[in-house]
Every structure is written in C-alpha cells, then in structure tokens.
C-alpha cells in the first residue's frame, strides 16, 4: 500500500556537515512528508558541482515519482532535469546554503564561471529559490547581474526580475535546545574568546592572528579557544596563533563531542568572526543562541542579527586597521556589556513553519495543475 504521505526526495551533491545538518534537520522538523534523502560525499569541488547530475544519472529513485524534489545549491538542477524528464515535471526547491559569485578567491582557485554558471541554471530551473539569509540572496542577485552584463549576445531580459519573484529567505535552523533564557554575566576583568569556525583562509586567520597580536599588546587579560573542522593543509596562520598565544588556550582544534561543543558555547563570553566569507553563520548563531556577546565585522550576513554595537568596521584591503577596530569594539563591549539578545528568530520551531508553507504552497500548486 503507497504511503498516503507526499513524497518528497532530497538531493544533496555535496553533503558537508552543514548541508548535512540542514538536510537530517528539515526530515525531522518535517516529520508528515515521506522524505527520501540521495547524497554525495563532500570532495573534488569541481567534478562535484559540474559531475552530481552524471554521477546520478543510474540513481533508481530518480525513476520513481516524487511530489516534490528539494535540491541544494551545489546540485546542477538544470542538467538533472534534463537528463530525467520525469523530474522536468515534478515542482522543484532549490536551496541556497551559498552561491558561487560570492567566494573569495584564493590562489589556488581557478577561474569560477563554470561553477557560477551551474548555480545560475539551477536558480532558473527551479520553481522556488531559498537562501539562507538576505545577504547571500542579494550577493548572488548582484554576481548574477554582474555576469550577464559580460555576455556578449543574445542574453535575454528580465532574468533577474524572474529569480527575485521565486525567491525565499529562509535560514538554516539552530536547535531550540541551544537557547538560554537565563541571562548570564560577561567576565570584563578576563573575558573568554571563542573563535569558532572552519579552519579556512576565508574564515580569516591571518586576522584572527593581527586581532590576538593586538589584544596581546592591550594588556587586557583574557582565555582563548580556537575549535572547529580542521583540514589536512590548514593555513600556517594556526601554528603561529598556538606557538604564540599558548598561554591563553583554553580549548584548541576540532571538539568531536557535540556535548562538548555545546558546554564550550555555554562557557564563553564572546564569540568572535573574522570571516571573509560567510553565507550565514551557523556558529556565530549558535554561540549567541547560547548566551554569548557576538564580535563579527560590519559585512556578510551578520548585519541581519548581529546588533551595530558588536560589529566592528569592515576593513577587508587593511587587516592591520581591521584588527585595531575590532580591538577597540571588544573594549567597549567589556566596558559596556550589552544586554543579551538571542537570535529568536532563527529557532527551529520558528522556522519549522515557513519550510512547511514553502512545501505545501508547491504540492498545491501541483495538484491544482
């Protein structure tokens, strides 16, 4: 006997532990549709985003019939369609964890049209179109624009206008387990810094680096913790920030234990970015979920939940200047403690409704075709 439940298959291309999480998240907050998740393990980028519709192509349940197709943005939607017509005809999601147009460049990256192509065919070949937050929506609308005024001919109009019709801002939950209700007092006389985040270039160590350098020099006493997924070749920025700041370690690398993670988040005082790329920041989330004060940079996402006092100036072409701004925002947030403001609207059981609507807005449609 069919399950009576719409059927609802879930593709990810490039299943990083974020995307994973936002996927195992969705099927449980989600529990009355029938889910079905196909997946790719997150290595060799670019075969993967230009690869995951070749890699599916003898996938079984790509021949099945679904109510629905929710996809993320690593996916080539486009090319999936096509080489699966069923799927041509079945409402599709696609989710926007980030966007090609955006990513800094680093030296080792080539050339990213064929990537940022593949992320424009998939936002028009879907029905709806959902971003993490605002700033990534409107850096792709920007990057999008940008792209296609370079085309040489035959570029037809309104594309943009078409992809800002169908498009959502819906964030990647944080847990409801991880808000506190229970204000809690920062230590001013020797704060503890979390710094929280991929072990990166575009997370920033460099100007973790400068920032420590220079809170060194202050003379302000403080605790460090430096956790998060760690790479086989890392930036050297790390071995310098341990070798020199030592001292101050509370915690250092990957906490595997997410009952760890969890207490850590609870122990800090202040959470700190200095992201040059963030889509929407799951762990400065998590942190300020938890009773931390925020420190990030006026860019990114994290205008869109970080309060103007906790921000310090965005600097990106002077990192020396950058550090002394956000040394100077620190001081006046251990001056002046601000009040705790959790980020209330990105709970699960906030967002849980906005996916549900976003679902059955499709499915209706579909039947009523």
């Not at 929710?70 to 939607?77: F, H, I, K, P, Q």
């Not at 955006?102 to 192509?117: C, G, K, L, N, T």
């Not at 980020?343 to 209706?364: G, Q, V």
Request: negative net charge; aromatic residues 10%.
């Amino acid at each position: 006997m069919r399950d009576s439940k719409p059927r609802v298959l879930l593709l990810s291309a490039y299943d990083a532990a974020s995307h994973k999480r936002w996927r195992e998240q969705l099927t449980d907050l989600l529990p009355e549709y029938h889910w079905q998740s196909l997946t790719l393990p997150p290595r060799f980028f670019q075969w993967r985003i230009r690869g995951n519709a070749l890699s599916w192509l003898d996938e079984p349940c790509l021949q099945e019939r679904w109510d629905l197709v929710v996809a993320t943005s690593m996916v080539d939607l486009a090319t999936l369609r096509g080489l699966n017509p069923q799927l041509a005809r079945t409402p599709c999601v696609l989710y926007m964890h980030e966007n090609q147009f955006a990513f800094p460049i680093s030296q080792q990256q080539q050339d990213r049209v064929e990537p940022q192509m593949v992320n424009l065919y998939s936002v028009v070949a879907a029905d709806r179109v959902a971003f993490n937050s605002a700033w990534n929506r409107d850096s792709f609308l920007n990057g999008a624009q940008a792209l296609l005024n370079k085309l040489p001919d035959a570029v037809p109009g309104g594309i943009i206008e078409r992809i800002q019709q169908k498009s959502d801002v819906i964030p990647v939950p944080i847990e409801d387990r991880l808000f506190t209700d229970e204000p809690r007092a920062i230590n001013r006389a020797c704060p503890h810094i979390l710094w929280n985040h991929r072990w990166e270039y575009d997370k920033g160590p460099d100007r973790l680096l400068n920032f420590l350098e220079r809170l060194e020099q202050s003379r302000q006493s403080y605790k460090l913790s430096v956790v998060g997924e760690g790479f086989r070749n890392h930036p050297k920025a790390f071995g310098e920030i341990q070798a020199k700041f030592a001292h101050r370690l509370e915690h250092w690398g990957f906490l595997a234990s997410r009952s760890e993670y969890d207490a850590l988040l609870r122990q800090a005082d202040v959470v700190l970015s200095t992201a040059l790329h963030d889509f929407q920041g799951l762990s400065m989330l998590e942190a300020m979920a938890s009773g931390c004060v925020p420190l990030a940079p006026d860019r990114l996402a994290y205008r869109e939940y970080v309060p103007k006092g906790c921000r310090y100036q965005s600097l990106e072409q002077d990192a020396e200047a950058e550090a002394a701004s956000a040394l100077d925002c620190l001081q006046g947030i251990l001056n002046e403690p601000p009040a705790l403001r959790t980020p209330d609207a990105w709970k699960s059981s906030e967002l849980a409704h906005r996916y549900r609507t976003l679902i059955n807005e499709l499915l209706t449609a579909e039947q009523g075709a």
